[in-house]
Nanobody, 116 residues
Framework: QVQLVESGGGLVQPGGSLRLSCAAS????????MSWYRQAPGKERELVAGIGSAGGNTNYADSVKGRFTISRDNAKNTLYLQMNSLKPEDTAVYYCRAQYAGMDYWGKGTLVTVSS
């Protein structure tokens, strides 16, 4: 059974940091390109960051460049998103996504709220 389980969300003040994790099971994690998406209230889901299967290629939305870092540990089947200098506009549900050879899996998301 394929599972992607996000964790690490919560309430943080502006300027603060959070580290999200996405634990994968039920498929061969190291084959899959992984990404983080987010969806804010009343807005469409958007790509935040992506990483290749071996971790060498990364890409970021302009809005998070220089503040967020995506990484993965293929030995632990886990994807990460380090989020620094958080802003209120980063408030959203964050989802991880796995893609490979036509397979496409999503987690259920973790809520990040940036507010004073």
């Amino acid at each position: 059974q394929v599972q992607l389980v996000e964790s690490g969300g919560g309430l943080v003040q502006p300027g603060g940091s959070l580290r999200l994790s996405c634990a994968a099971s039920g498929f061969t994690f190291r084959y899959y390109a992984m990404s983080w998406y987010r969806q804010a209230p009343g807005k469409e889901r958007e790509l935040v960051a992506g990483i290749g299967s071996a971790g060498g290629n990364t890409n970021y939305a302009d809005s998070v460049k220089g503040r967020f870092t995506i990484s993965r540990d293929n030995a632990k089947n886990t994807l990460y998103l380090q989020m620094n200098s958080l802003k209120p506009e980063d408030t959203a549900v964050y989802y991880c996504r796995a893609q490979y050879a036509g397979m496409d899996y999503w987690g259920k998301g973790t809520l990040v709220t940036v507010s004073s």
